[in-house]
């Protein structure tokens, strides 16, 4: 597959080359104070992106599932109770972690297109007069689906049944391109990884705390060496880690917020919905539907596109890479062959997204779905052309 041409998966994302550059270099002593001086500014940054004023953050060597099971292992302990909706892929690959970590679980199997039902989550939050359980699981962006859940309304549901429970969040594909409010929506530990909104390699987990999380530490009995937190605060408070920290990519996560900050959060987030609204006007053009049951459950990050049901959407994906030399992502679990996915977060612009909506238009004439060559590049251009700003994007 070409490298010249620019992926539409929901990560890893594109990396511009300012930040190749910012990763590109020579070994360094990591006991130096020169690392330091790197990790300090991206911790402080990581709380800045998530509007986390009072807590602390962490970053270990590992993806977005490493921040799943350093979160859960070191806030929880065997046999704890945690609550959790089912409504997609990667909300099932946590409760399967933390089934397979010795946790017992209570899902609320949600259907694939919803997000995390908070009335649900409230009414079983209500039920547990014990309090036996610990924490919720919430997926903020359902990648499988391109599904957007509210987890303030999570939150309410929380505080309406007076539930002293953690509120543990999977923001992997939203922090850093979809607005997060950490303080503001109660979240106690927020998850990331470097590969996604950060435009990084993959190769580093990203968790947020506040300070009742920390708390929580205190009581946690779960296993734990490499992702333990209190190893890794009690280095990173001199300017340390507790084994070799992965420098360059560290590096480039302090250049990547410097980016992020440079544009401007806020206006980080209206490119983000801009581009995903061309998208969606895109689908509606072909004449088909995105795998969100509603417009408020809209992902910025990520389209998930339905098929009529005589096509296999995998043919899609397949076909565009090997005729086009561009990458799709394909449809998971219960929807797989279904939908297939265009990610569009991270460094993407009006222009690249359109060459990947012209793409996976191609793709799908070349199969014979009935679509009109076009139709959806021109819906996409016409929005783009009048939409530029914020107001301008949400008034539309």
């Known amino acids: 597959m070409s490298s010249q041409n620019p992926v539409f998966i ?35 940054g990581i709380k800045r992106v998530v509007k986390l004023r009072d807590g602390e953050a962490i970053i270990f060597p590992a993806t977005g599932t490493g921040a799943w099971e350093a979160a859960v292992t070191n806030l929880l302990s065997p046999g704890d109770t945690v609550l959790a909706a089912r409504h997609g892929m990667f909300s099932h690959r946590w409760i399967d972690l933390c089934r397979r970590q ?9 259907e694939w297109g919803l997000g995390a039902p908070a009335e649900a989550l409230g009414a079983a939050l209500s039920a547990d007069k014990a309090h036996k359980i610990r924490a919720v699981l919430v997926t903020h962006n359902e990648t499988a689906t391109g599904v957007r859940s509210d987890v303030a309304s999570v939150r309410k549901a929380l505080d309406a049944a007076g539930h002293p429970a953690l509120l543990l969040v999977d923001g992997v594909s939203s922090i850093a391109s979809m607005d997060f409010r950490m303080d503001e929506w109660g979240v106690d530990a927020a998850i990331t990884g470097s590969q996604k909104g950060f435009m990084l390699p993959a190769g580093l987990s990203i968790v947020a705390l506040s300070r009742k999380a920390i708390a929580a530490m205190a009581t946690s009995t779960s296993p734990r060496c490499f992702f333990d937190f209190k ?19 560290i590096a480039g996560l302090a250049h990547s917020i410097r980016m992020l900050e440079g544009e401007g959060l806020e206006n980080v987030f209206a490119r983000h919905y801009r581009i995903a609204e061309g998208v969606r006007r895109a689908t509606r053009a072909w004449g088909l539907a995105l795998c969100a049951k509603s417009p408020e459950l809209y992902s910025d990050t990520v389209s998930a596109i339905v098929v009529p049901a005589n096509v296999d959407s995998t043919r899609i994906v397949t076909h565009a890479a090997e005729k086009y030399q561009v990458a799709f992502s394909v449809g998971l679990g219960e929807v797989a062959g279904k939908v297939f996915r265009i990610g569009h977060l991270g460094s993407m612009s009006d222009v690249m997204a359109l060459s990947g909506i012209a793409t996976a238009e191609m793709a799908m004439v070349d199969l014979g779905l009935p679509i009109e060559l076009g139709s959806g590049v021109a819906a996409a251009q016409e929005f783009y052309r009048t939409s530029t700003s914020n107001r301008q994007t949400r008034a539309a």
Do not use: Q
């Not at 550059?21 to 500014?41: G, K, Y």
């Not at 010795?102 to 949600?110: P, S």
């Not at 009690?234 to 420098?247: L, W």
């Open 10 to 44: 929901p990560g890893p994302t594109n990396i511009p080359d300012e930040l190749r550059r910012a990763i590109d270099l020579p070994t360094m002593d990591h006991r130096s104070s020169a690392f330091a001086d790197m990790l300090h500014p991206a911790l402080a």
């Open 102 to 110: 010795g946790f017992n679980v209570e899902v609320i199997e949600t």
């Open 231 to 249: 190893d890794m605060l009690k280095s990173n408070a001199s300017g340390g880690f507790p084994y070799t920290p992965p420098v360059s990519l």
